[in-house]
Structures are given as C-alpha cells and as structure tokens.
C-alpha cells in the first residue's frame, strides 16, 4: 500500500511540469472555462487551467490548443455519443468530429491521467 502511495506521488509529480507548460499563456490569450467565482478545484476538475494571480483578467481557462492534438487510437472519453462541440467544450474537453467511428468528445493531453491518478 505504502508503495503504491509513493508510486502515485512519483507520477503526478512528473506530470505537473506539463500542466503547467499547457496552462502557462498570456492572460489576454485565456479563454473562458469555467464561471464568475469558480473555484481552483472545480475549474481543474473540468479539465481546465487556473491561475488567479492577475486581477481583470480569466481565472479559469482551456489549456493551449495543441493539447487536443491527440491521436484518435488514444482519445479518453469525455462526454457521451451525440454530445455537442460545445458541451464538450464546456466541460473543459476537445472536439474533433474529423474521424469516423472514434471519440469525438475527449481529454485534453496530460488532463486524463491527471484526473484518474488524483481520484
């Protein structure tokens, strides 16, 4: 048990450097994710980035778009079959209805393993 604690601690603590490289833009390029007074978790809970350090400005935002440049053999499921872009896109996710027959709603790079390992 103690090891798979430390296990754990390992793996989110080699993940958080490319979480903060996704979230790390310029205020004026954020773009909504959440809410007026959302707060950090649930903001990360959707999948999004929060930084509430510069006052007039989005707290709560979609990591950069190259995160959703995932191959369709590897998309996790992020909304359920029929849902639409911006739903998908409001619950912090990607969309890309380009390939047939894979997800279309799906996590961000890096969001997913993040999500399951802090559960």
Same mark, same amino acid.
């Given at each position: 048990?103690?090891?798979? %604690?430390?296990?754990?601690?390992?793996?989110? =603590?080699? &993940?958080?450097? =490319?979480?903060?490289?996704?979230?790390?833009?310029?205020?004026?390029?954020?773009?909504? @994710?959440?809410?007026?007074?959302? $707060?950090?978790?649930? &903001?990360?809970?959707?999948?999004?980035?929060?930084? $509430?350090?510069?006052? +007039?400005? %989005?707290? @709560?935002f979609? /990591? %950069?778009?190259?995160?959703?440049?995932?191959n /369709?053999?590897?998309?996790?499921? &992020? +909304?359920? /079959?029929? !849902?639409?872009?911006?739903? &998908?896109?409001?619950?912090?996710?990607?969309?890309? $209805?380009?390939?047939?027959?894979?997800?279309? @709603?799906?996590? /961000?790079?890096? !969001?997913?393993?993040l999500?399951?390992? $802090?559960?």
């Amino acid at each position: 048990m103690m090891f798979t %604690k430390l296990l754990l601690v390992l793996l989110l =603590a080699a &993940c958080v450097p =490319a979480q903060v490289q996704i979230c790390d833009m310029n205020p004026p390029d954020r773009v909504e @994710c959440g809410y007026p007074g959302i $707060s950090a978790d649930t &903001c990360r809970a959707r999948g999004c980035c929060f930084n $509430s350090a510069i006052r +007039g400005v %989005k707290w @709560c935002f979609r /990591p %950069k778009a190259q995160v959703c440049d995932v191959n /369709p053999a590897e998309r996790t499921e &992020c +909304g359920y /079959p029929g !849902i639409s872009a911006d739903t &998908c896109r409001a619950r912090g996710c990607c969309f890309d $209805s380009a390939v047939r027959g894979v997800k279309w @709603c799906f996590h /961000p790079k890096g !969001i997913a393993f993040l999500r399951v390992a $802090s559960e």
